[in-house]
């Protein structure tokens, strides 16, 4: 973990019993339901979840970009000051500022007619009292930092001449213009081929380390979580099922879901013979969730308890918390203990073969 | 049923079931005026071959552009090639009319990326399992009974033949897709990035399900994919592609373990484990730049431009043979093949933890 000494501890951002709500023709999309979380200078928190979890919603709603449509209850603070409920002119003094966000497609943050070094320039004078030139000097040395090659060159280019990964590279810059207490990078690499998703990273790792800023890195990617977080929360259905250092989740998860989700990855270290754990069904339509754990469904372990009464987080030791009534069943437990690897009966594919054939 | 668990180390020597030979696919360049003239060539496969051996699954994997979907496109004559062979069942397949290819393409099926675009929304479910058996004049009597046995054989409720696709989940669609392509007992499957659009829970479904198939049927597959740990766990026999080229191919066992090609070696170590503690632990080769146009490929070595051997470790005397000869895929110390005139087996996969 990193290690600074004295404001090591300070909570640059509080999220407290955050809840988002749709109003939609079908009825009430439940989309966040109770997300509590604090994130501490320096640090990098992994949120991971499937699609529809609520994992971006949450930071939507923390930045205040949903629409004018959704309700959202709770609290979001940024060293101290609530952001939710700002007025759109008080909370862009403090988005770029305090708290910046990337997200997934580069070419849909930065706008067409603009070179990079003006949008960059933009950002920067957005919130500082410099002269222009002073701005676009700050452009091109933010353009060093991350990782691009002739930065005041590059600087006059239009975001159709670069490359997907040179484009999140200018987003990332942007996000770090002002240097911020937080940074909130939403899939920044999920649109990218691999080779140049390591190259993205990297630029990631030197914007935090020249900033000093947090991160909340939002992925559906567990492999990405792993090396490059210190705690992670993992999301289900509009909530938090487990959260715990990356080491406690990865190793001894304690939340059915999480093993069910490790279990179900192709790891790049296990052979052939390794087989697959996938997690039957599907998750709830946040319209109608299922009353109690909104795992239960899917759950292998699913007792009548579960349907009845919905688990709190709960500290199953030290900062490792998960939300699940027999969290105690899962001590030591592998996820081909839980699930089943084999999704179709041998029977039916002899039916199959048996069936009449094209002869 | 014997179920193969693990990759064995040398490749058998089997008759390929298909077996393409020096494809190459150049689609013009058109510029934008009345005449629209050629301009250039984008060189999308450059002399690719590959063999697909019985039973067995042949992953092709690659970076967005790098020819891989053109490839399997090709193998199945869904768009000519410009030169190159493709031998299946003792025809040379891009020599037939489309009369005399219809009775073959039974036989080779492609499930395909997305499966919201690649079925008819205006279809039932049922219809769109039963449309290839009808196109082959096969639906008759026990077409009906035949439909069904398909949707279980996928996992899906046969009781749900009569909805449509938008009421299913991605992992359902995909399913039907399968159920599609398997309709006409196929040999070979090309799945074209199958499961790259599901999410991760759904996506170890739809490939523990593929493997049961292949296991049961018999099938052949390539399964195309940029997802190196989906391949790992899919494939016997792999070939890494970059640039409309094979830069390494073998074994899927011989490829990871001892992987020569700069480029396959930066592709592992660029795949994330899942594992906090090896990922703090693991070696990195990483690449810088991107991929250059296949319009004005680089000449010589095509990886030249990215590969970090050619910008560290090779003299001046060196990099002339990468600029100016273009490497061939030769045979490695433990029979694999590697395109790279100073390949070098590294081991990236073994990491001890401290």
């Known amino acids: 973990m990193t290690s600074e000494s004295g404001r090591q501890n300070e909570v640059v951002l509080a999220v407290e019993d955050l809840t988002v709500q749709f109003p939609s023709e079908d009825g009430v999309v439940k989309a966040v339901r109770g997300v509590s979380y604090e994130l501490r200078r320096g640090e990098v928190l992994g949120i991971v979840g499937e699609s529809g979890s609520g994992k971006s919603v949450t930071s939507l709603a923390v930045m205040g970009l949903l629409p004018k449509t959704a309700r959202i209850t709770g609290s979001a603070k940024v060293l101290g000051r609530e952001l939710l409920g700002l007025s759109d002119s008080q909370i862009s003094q403090v988005r770029g500022n305090k708290i910046a966000m990337i997200f997934q497609d580069p070419l849909t943050s930065l706008s067409p007619v603009y070179t990079v070094g003006y949008q960059l320039a933009e950002a920067v004078l957005a919130h500082r009292d410099v002269s222009k030139d002073d701005a676009w000097a700050r452009a ?14 590059r600087a006059n280019s239009y975001p159709h001449e670069l490359s997907g990964g040179m484009r999140q590279r200018i987003v990332i810059a942007i996000a770090m213009a002002n240097s911020p207490d937080v940074i909130i990078a939403d899939e920044p690499t999920t649109a990218l081929d691999v080779t140049v998703q390591a190259q993205v990273m990297e630029a990631l790792q030197n914007a935090r380390e020249e900033t000093g800023a947090a991160m909340v890195l939002i992925t559906h990617d567990l492999g990405v979580i792993a090396g490059h977080v210190d705690r992670v929360c993992v999301m289900y259905a509009g909530k938090l099922v487990e959260d715990g250092s990356v080491d406690d989740v990865f190793y001894t998860p304690r939340m059915p879901y999480t093993l069910g989700l490790l279990g179900s990855l192709p790891r790049l270290d296990a052979t052939r013979s390794h087989r697959l754990t996938p997690i039957l069904g599907t998750p709830p339509s946040l319209v109608n969730l299922p009353s109690g754990c909104p795992f239960s469904p899917r759950c292998p372990i699913a007792q009548s308890i579960c349907v009845e009464e919905e688990p709190e987080l709960e500290s199953v030791g030290g900062i490792h918390h998960a939300a699940c009534h027999f969290h105690e069943k899962l001590i030591g437990a592998e996820p081909i203990d839980l699930f089943p690897p084999t999704i179709i009966d041998a029977e039916l594919i002899e039916a199959f073969e048996e069936a009449p054939s094209d002869t | 049923m014997t179920l193969e668990t693990e990759t064995p180390s040398t490749a058998p020597a089997t008759e390929p079931v298909v077996s393409a030979q020096n494809l190459v696919k150049h689609f013009p360049v058109r510029a934008k005026g009345f005449l629209r003239r050629k301009v250039g060539d984008v060189h999308a496969v450059c002399g690719v071959s590959l063999d697909l051996k019985p039973r067995r699954t042949l992953g092709l994997v690659g970076e967005s552009g790098c020819g891989k979907s053109t490839t399997a496109r090709l193998i199945l004559g869904l768009i000519p090639v410009t030169s190159g062979e493709v031998h299946y069942g003792g025809q040379n397949l891009v020599e037939l009319s489309r009369a005399d290819m219809q009775p073959i393409r039974r036989d080779l099926q492609i499930v395909f990326q997305d499966p919201y675009a690649s079925l008819d929304p205006r279809m039932t479910v049922s219809s769109l399992i039963a449309e290839p058996l009808q196109i082959h004049g096969l639906f008759g ?45 196929p040999k070979v499957l090309l799945l074209d990035e199958p499961v790259s659009a599901l999410d991760v829970s759904i996506r170890a479904g739809v490939i523990n399900l593929l493997e049961n198939l292949q296991e049961e049927l018999g099938l052949t597959y390539m399964f195309v994919s940029h997802d190196l740990s989906v391949i790992r766990h899919i494939a016997h026999d792999l070939a890494v592609m970059y640039l409309g080229k094979i830069v390494e191919v073998g074994t899927a066992a011989q490829v990871f373990a001892a992987p020569s090609h700069p480029y396959t070696q930066a592709l592992i170590s660029a795949i994330p484990l899942p594992d906090p503690k090896k990922e703090r632990a693991r070696r990195r080769v990483m690449l810088t730049g991107d991929v250059p146009s296949p319009i004005n490929p ?14 560290n470790e090779l003299s001046d005397a060196e990099r002339d043979r990468c600029i100016n000869e273009i490497p061939r895929l030769e045979l490695q110390n433990d029979g694999h093949r590697a395109a790279c005139h100073y390949a070098q087996a590294v081991d990236l996969l073994t990491i001890d933890t401290p």
């Not at chain 2, 026990?142 to 299913?168: I, S």
């Not at chain 2, 000449?299 to 910008?311: D, E, H, I, L, V």
């Open chain 1, 140 to 153: 091109v040395e933010l353009l060093d930092i991350v990782g691009i090659p002739n930065p005041a060159q």
């Open chain 2, 141 to 185: 009597d026990g077409g009906k009974e035949r439909v069904r046995e398909l949707l279980k054989t996928v996992g899906l409720n046969p009781e749900h033949g009569n909805r449509y696709p938008h009421e299913f989940s991605g992992g359902q669609r995909q399913r039907i897709g399968v159920a599609r392509a398997l309709a006409l007992n």
């Open chain 2, 298 to 311: 680089p000449s010589g070595c095509r990886f030249r431009t990215r590969c970090p051997k050619f910008a």
